[in-house]
Every structure is written in C-alpha cells, then in structure tokens.
C-alpha cells in the first residue's frame, strides 16, 4: 500500500506544478479553447492540460526504473502492459495533441482510438470472456477482438464527450479511476491499482486549476489519454481474474460518460442526424437549461456518478442474486433518468424539425417565385404579359387551376373583362361533373384600394400543397401581386391617354 500512496503523492505534486506550467507555455503560444457557439464557456481557456497529467502520470512509472521492488518487477515482466502503455498510450497523445493544437475531424480521431485498441489487442490485453450472473463466464473466442475494441473506444469517447463542464471530467475520471483502484486491490493486481493511483493523483492536481472558473481544460490530450487508461486498465484486470473483476463492473463503474454518451448516440440516430455532429443536448447542457449553475450541476453528475460506484462494488462483492438485483434496479432508474432530462421531447422536437426542414425549403423556394412573379405582373405591358406571368408562377407552384375574373369597376374594356381567364395544369380543359376529393380551391378577392376589381381562384391537389396554412399565405400574396399588375396596367393606359389627350390638344395647324 505504501508504493501506491507513494506514486499516488508524486503524481499529485507532479501535477499541481506542470499543470501551472503547461498553463503558463498555452497562454504564451496562444493555444487556447475559443469560447462560444456550443461551449458553456464565453471566454478563451489554454487547454493543454492533457500534457501536465500524462508527464505527471508517467513519472511514479518512471521512478519504479531506479525503485525496485515487486510492483517494479512486475512492470517488467508483464511486457503486453508495459507496451500497451507506450503504444496505444502514444498514439491517443499524438492524436489529441493534433487536435488540440490544429484541430481534426472527428473521424480521424476515431480512427486513431481504433488503431490504439487493435494495438492494444495485439499485444495481448484482451478481454476474453464476460462473467453474467447466474450464467457465469461466457468466453468470447472470436469475439475478443470485436469486444476489446468496442469497449476501449466507448470509454474514450466518455469521457471525450463529457468533458464539456469546468472539472467533470477530472472529476469523473477520478471517481471511476478510484473506483477500479479499489476493485484492483481486491483482486490483488497491485500493477494495474499503481497505474490507476498514478492517474488518480495526476488528475486530482489538475482539478485544482480546473475546478470552476477553471483556468486550464484537458483538452483531447488528456480526456483521450485518461480514458485510454481507464479503458485498458479495466480490461487487465478482467483479463486476470474475468470472475471477481467482471468488465460488467467496470461498465458500472464508467456509468455517467457511457450513459451520457449512447444518450448521444440514441438520441442523434433517432433524430435522423449524423452521429458525429456535435449539440448541447448532453446532460450537463441540460441540468443548465434547468436552471442549475455550473457548480451544482457538477455535484448532482458527481451523485450519480457515485451511486454507479458502489453499485459496481457491489457487484463485484455480492453473489448472483445481489448482482442481478442490483442490474435489474438500475432499469428504472435509467428510464426515470430519461424522463426527467426530457431526452423524449428533444427527441420528437428534433425529429419534427428535420420532417419540416424539406417543407420549410420548398416554402421558401414558393415563396421567392411569388415574390419574383408579383415584380413580374407589376412590370406588364399587357393584360396578356400579366396573365403570361401568372400562369407561370401557376406551373411552378404545382397549381392545378387558375382562373382570373375581372369586375365591373376594373378600368378595362368589356371585351377585356369578359374575356375568359382559364388556365389548367393539363392544359386543356377538365370535364365537367368530375369530383376531385382532394382538390382544394380557394377564392380570393382582388382590390385596388378599397375597390373590388375582380377575383382570382386557384386550386391544388392537397399532395401537391407544402404546407396548409403557408399555402393559402402563398395565395394571397399572389392574389395580391395580381391586384398590384391589375392597378399598375390601369395606371399605365390613363396615364398613355392623358399624353394623347395633351399631345392632340396642344396640336396647331398652319395654312
């Protein structure tokens, strides 16, 4: 217990110093988290802490090199950890230093914790069977490579995406970590409880500086790095006694980042939305909407968090009834969870929203013709180019029949206003005493002024309207734009006779 209280002290102090450093050398270079957009934070934050912890981990490993004892040779021998840690480990730092620094698409960094678990599984660290209360262990052959990488990249991914509040991560990672710590002693895998109090006391040094108003994040360095380190750490232990250490355990163990992310994933999928697309739709997005500030929504995600602890204690300490018992009440809790953060009205909202993101386009695509069409019929010369411009706009609407009546008190000729306006889809016209139950007409008076000069129907098949209510919108602007054409054309021809009226009287004659 001393080597673990030890490595525990050297990476806190280790911690508590480079993570004010790293700070120092980020603000300096300019390597901050911008604010805003889908970020709680308002204001730049450096956020390479990710490095203080990964240097502050490694350095009770590297104390073992010049310490020896039966930890240390342990370390030794046990070559498919130690390269494990160096391999994977490596290329999870690589790939979140990248990120933090350049940036990257989130498909690459799943690219880069898929080649970190296959590395991982290659050497050996793999999880080979699942202990199932009341059905015992079931090894999984084939399965181990599958099962390994599946489990190794969920957990990065936790805690990756739950790294959105000023010190939940950390605090997260130090709960579950402390968690597994103990569940390690228990089954006396002393290598694997030094590891997890290394990463325990490095991230408890950080929180210091990360606690609200948090002065420095992790960024992907440190939440892909720590849950790489959870996520392996887990799987060695199961791997040494499947029985005690189920990686049902550590599932519980890692309750809130898993929940928190495959309400993520449901809720994305359900939604009709890309998996990868970021939102604040995650539970401490939603705890603040309800009014709970940052650091009370932390304690409330720290409850929770805690309550899957001790369920993952007690499973690894009861027998198969307890454990079942303990599965089985997680059930309602997790539906009432769901309830109570309303992930079904974000659900159903979004899902509406993306039925009428087609609707809301073709309406504003009509709507612009209409626009368009009412510019048109003001410009017309001619009763024939308004009517031109209306049976256009008709075709492009997808209407199935206009027809223009104009009144007696519109300035025309009674030729003109007896003229039949008919205009059909079909371009003929529709045989009479055919009942169409889904067409729908709509009558609608033009006027200029207070004056009534005619009216214009216009009928649609209801599957070819976008939308009720927007549609018969449409309709009046366009009865409008044809009222604006009608006065503008009578305005044109008094003003036309006015000239001549002028230009004839003004005329003299010369003998």
Known sequence: MRTFLVAFALSLVASLLLTRLVR????????????????IHQRPIPRMGGVAVALSFALPLLGL?????????????????????????????AVGLVDDIRGTRAIVKLAGQIAAAVTVWSLGIQIEAVSIPFLGPMHLGLLSLPATVFWMVLVM??????????GLAGGVVVLAGGTLFVMSVIEDNALAALLLASAVGATLGFLA???????????????????????????????????????????????????????????????????????????????LRKGF?????????????VLLEGAALTFIYADDAVSALVIVALVPLLIVSVRMLGYHDI???????????????????????????????????????????????AHDLRLEHVELELAEGADFSRAERARPFH?????????????????????????AGTREIGVLRLSSFREDEVFGPMNRALGQ???????????????????????????????VSYS
């Not at 045989?431 to 006027?447: C, W």
């Open 209 to 287: 500086y990360n606690v609200h108003p948090a002065t420095i994040f992790l960024g992907d360095t440190g939440s892909l790095f720590l849950g790489f380190l959870l996520a392996l750490l887990s799987v060695h232990s199961s791997q040494k006694s499947y029985t005690l250490f189920s990686i049902i355990a550590a599932f519980l163990a890692l309750g809130l980042p898993i929940f928190d992310l495959g309400m993520a994933i449901v809720r994305r999928y359900l939604s009709g939305q890309p998996i990868f697309r970021a939102d604040q739709h995650h539970v401490h997005h939603i705890l």
């Open 157 to 166: 991914n936790a805690i990756n995406l739950i790294d959105g509040m000023d």
């Open 477 to 507: 602007l366009l009865a409008d734009g044809v009222s604006l054409g009608l006065d503008c054309l009578s305005w044109r021809r008094r003003v036309s006779g006015l000239d001549a009226r002028v230009s004839n009287a003004g005329h």
């Open 423 to 447: 205009w059909y889809r079909s371009g003929g016209q529709r045989p009479a005493g055919v009942h169409h139950q889904t067409l729908i007409s709509r009558e609608l008076v033009l006027k």
């Open 347 to 393: 659900i159903r909202s979004a899902r509406r929203a993306r039925a009428m993101e087609h609707v809301e386009g073709e309406a504003n695509s009509h709507l612009d013709r209409v626009l368009r069409a009412r510019d048109e019929m003001a410009a017309a010369e001619s009763l024939d180019g308004l009517w031109s411009a209306l049976c256009a706009v």
């Open 24 to 39: 120092d050398l980020a603000i300096r270079f300019k390597l901050y988290d911008e604010g805003g957009g889908r970020k």
């Open 65 to 93: 090199v010049l310490y020896h004892n039966d930890i240390s040779r342990q370390l030794a021998l046990d070559s498919p950890l130690r390269l494990s840690l160096l391999a994977g480990g490596g290329i999870m730092l």
């Open 293 to 305: 500030t940052q650091s009370q929504s932390v304690v409330v995600l720290f409850a929770g968090a």
